[in-house]
């Protein structure tokens, strides 16, 4: 089977909502101490915690 045929099963949208509505929780969750900041110290604090983040799981792999 080729790729094309593959994708054709796979929907690009959740069916859940509860998917969506948890990651949007757990994000604001995760940058609550910075979302009291002053925009561009909030934009500055949620960046370092996205690369510190995504530094971990390049060491983690």
């Not at 998917?19 to 979302?35: G, H, K």
């Not at 002053?38 to 934009?43: D, K, N, P, S, Y």
Request: proline share 0%; aromatic share 8%.
């Amino acid at each position: 089977m080729d790729k094309l045929n593959k994708l054709a099963y796979f929907k690009k949208h959740s069916k859940c909502n509860i998917v969506e509505n948890n990651m949007c929780e757990t994000f604001n969750s995760w940058i609550l101490a910075a979302r009291h900041k002053a925009i561009i110290t909030m934009l500055e604090k949620i960046r370092h915690k996205i690369m510190d983040r995504n530094i971990a799981m390049r060491q983690f792999a």
